[in-house]
């Protein structure tokens, strides 16, 4: 869809000594309201490409009963994992990325995994680095595709070009992964992996972090996860008020979409930074993504190179979303939405 240009070159990681042959993947895995979030089931998928004979052990860290609930449903949410750890204690009540990192640092001196793997979302994006840092290893980003135990696709320049990447540090490999490029079926079947607790004697009691946990607020929908929804229906600057961009959510709604926007729809205050989808929001993989007033600069296409099928209506016909599009139409979005509207069938 997008043109992507494959770099030759191979980028090699300051080599201290090579990763051990024998392969041994450790998730770092996100729970809410007592289930793995799909994103962390994809890194699972993931790890599979590592290695066919890989173990794959699943961290989940929390408190109460919705942690016990997350490891039962963690213990059969895939056929390749081994085992579940869990780590139960009111430190990770919160899912604070020094305390986490802590953790992923005292679960690795005993466990000893070759690689650690885990969602390119802002769970594991926050602590990825601290945990590798505490580790003393350089992390691999952002990862798309994994040819071997030590070489990882990722895309650089804004997914203008792939890179090639070559670990060839000392263990354990950390990885984030996209979870678009790593599809579960949706059907997959699974024994219950034994589920076993992880011993805390030794986590710093005293350990307090820089960061503290404050509050939680989501938005309350009944529309599909962007991340993981199969329609995406995106407004841009072009919507011109919040007022206006109800006509993409009455869109979404009639089509069962999950809503985005454009970077300068966010910036704008139409809608809240949990839907910005591009470089710096929420990377999409869709069948049907459709985007109304949305120029096509490049930091949006990085968010969505992965869409199926990519619609666009623009008024400018010189827009560069035309030059990914799959269907373009040259129009005004106030009269061809509102047009929409009334042509679709209610949802069922
Ligand atoms: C470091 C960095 C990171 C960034 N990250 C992101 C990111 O993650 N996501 C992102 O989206 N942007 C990101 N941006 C911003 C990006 O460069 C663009 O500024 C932004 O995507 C533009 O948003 P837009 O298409 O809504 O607005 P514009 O570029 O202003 O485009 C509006 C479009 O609407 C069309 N239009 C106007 N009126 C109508 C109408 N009535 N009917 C139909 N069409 C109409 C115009 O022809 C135009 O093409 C980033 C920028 C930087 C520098």
Redesign the pocket.
């Known amino acids: 869809m997008i043109g992507a240009i494959k770099t030759t070159s191979l980028l090699r990681f300051s080599s201290v000594t090579s990763i051990s042959r024998s392969i041994s993947t450790l998730i770092l895995a996100e729970h809410d309201g007592g289930a793995i979030k799909s994103q962390s089931i994809s890194a699972v998928e993931a790890a599979k490409s590592v290695d066919k004979q890989t173990s794959i052990s699943l961290l989940l860290a929390g408190s109460g009963p919705s942690l016990q609930q997350a490891a039962a449903h963690a213990a059969s949410c895939h056929p390749s994992i081994s085992q579940v750890l869990v780590a139960d204690s009111d430190k990770f009540t919160h899912p604070l990325a020094e305390t986490w990192a802590r953790l992923v640092q005292l679960v690795q001196q005993k466990g000893e995994y070759s690689h650690i793997i885990t969602a390119s979302n802002s769970f594991g994006k926050n602590i990825l680095p601290r945990a590798a840092a505490l580790l003393d290893v350089s992390p691999i980003t952002d990862v798309i595709a994994i040819s071997s135990s030590n070489q990882f696709v990722r895309p650089i320049y ?1 997914g203008n070009a792939l890179c090639t990447v070559r670990y060839s540090g000392s263990n354990p490999c950390m990885l984030s992964v996209r979870s678009t490029s790593f599809a579960v079926s949706v059907d997959l079947k699974s024994n219950e992996a034994p589920i076993s607790q992880v011993d805390l004697s030794t986590f710093d009691e005293d350990f307090v972090g820089k960061s503290r946990y404050i509050n939680h607020t989501a938005q309350v929908t009944e529309r599909p996860d962007l991340g993981n929804a199969q329609v995406v229906i995106t ?4 919507l011109k008020s919040a007022e206006n961009f109800k006509m993409i959510e009455k869109l979404a709604e009639k089509l069962g979409a999950a809503v985005g ?6 910036d704008a205050g139409f809608v809240p930074n949990d839907l ?6 929420k990377i999409v993989a869709p069948k049907l993504y459709m985007a ?9 296409l ?2 969505i190179r992965d869409s199926k099928v990519i619609v666009a ?4 016909a010189d ?1 560069p ?1 035309f030059q990914v599009a799959d269907y373009g139409l040259v ?4 009269e ?1 939405i509102p047009e929409l509207l009334e042509k679709l069938p209610e949802k069922k």
């Open positions: 804004a407004g841009g600057r072009a926007a454009t970077r300068a729809a966010v910005q989808v591009g470089q710096t929001g109304f007033g949305v120029s096509g600069a490049i930091q949006h990085a968010g209506v623009n008024k400018d827009a979303i129009g005004d979005l106030f061809v």
